[in-house]
């Protein structure tokens, strides 16, 4: 069974540059997950999709960031404009269950440096 | 709202010996779920064992198993016959099975094994 697939693997932008993350989870997985790492601590959830509805987006800086998930498959988080402090690991997950009861599981993540 | 302490930020132990990592929760919930996940350097989040707050019985999964208190809201995580691999950041998760069953990490501990 194929894993959840994150691209790029990493990024290096300027500040006030614009930068997008793509994730594609476990075939039949209802529920995706996008997570900020900042190094040092531990993932932070961003946004929450059940199929292609957001169920929590509450951590989730509107101003700049967005994500979209279309068809209920593979997702897209975008920043925009990108500041200094969005340097981080940008996880992606996915889990089987809708309501994500089930066990999440992760990709290898997207390594951001803003500059 | 939910946290998550963690409040052994390294570890370092010898291959073959036992370690414990420890990892405490605030909650007002009654059912959830906790998660110890494993992150090695530079590779993904793998789940390590989960456990049901429902079940007195605590969870097992080969070398690793959990220390579930409960009223303690107490999860801590031994690793027995410690090996070069178990080498990796270790996260302390907690889901709540009502709202958006959204999990919250701590902050994670640094575990070396040495040879």
């Known amino acids: 069974e194929a894993g959840v697939a994150q691209s790029p693997r990493y990024k290096i932008i300027e500040k006030r540059q614009s930068v997008a993350f793509w994730c594609n989870p476990i075939?039949?997985?209802?529920?995706l997950y996008w997570y900020q790492q900042i190094l040092g601590q531990g993932p932070k959830l961003l946004i929450q999709?059940?199929?292609?509805?957001?169920?929590?987006d509450s951590q989730l800086p509107k101003d700049r960031f967005s994500a979209e998930r279309l068809k209920g498959v593979d997702s897209t988080l975008k920043i925009q404009p990108a500041k200094l402090e969005d340097s981080a690991v940008y996880l992606c997950?996915?889990?089987?269950?809708?309501?994500?009861?089930?066990?999440?599981?992760f990709g290898p993540g997207t390594r951001l440096t803003v500059l | 709202a939910q946290t998550v302490t963690q409040s052994q930020p390294e570890m370092s132990v010898q291959e073959a010996e036992t370690v414990t990592l420890s990892c405490t929760y605030d909650?007002?919930?009654?059912?959830?779920?906790l998660f110890w996940y494993k992150q090695p350097p530079s590779r993904q989040m793998i789940l390590v064992i989960r456990q049901e707050a429902y079940k007195q019985q605590n969870a097992t999964e080969n070398r690793f198993s959990v220390n579930f208190q409960k009223a303690a809201k107490s999860f801590s995580l031994k690793i027995s016959d410690s090996q070069l691999g178990d080498t990796a950041m270790y996260f302390c998760?907690?889901?709540?099975?009502?709202?958006?069953?959204?999990?919250?990490f701590g902050t994670g501990t640094r575990l070396k094994v040495l040879a």
């Open positions: 909650t007002s919930e009654n059912n959830y779920y």
């Open positions: 075939s039949g997985h209802a529920t």
């Open positions: 998760a907690f889901m709540a099975t009502s709202g958006t069953y959204k999990y919250i």
């Open positions: 999709f059940q199929n292609n509805g957001v169920v929590d």
């Open positions: 997950a996915s889990s089987y269950l809708a309501g994500g009861t089930d066990t999440q599981y």
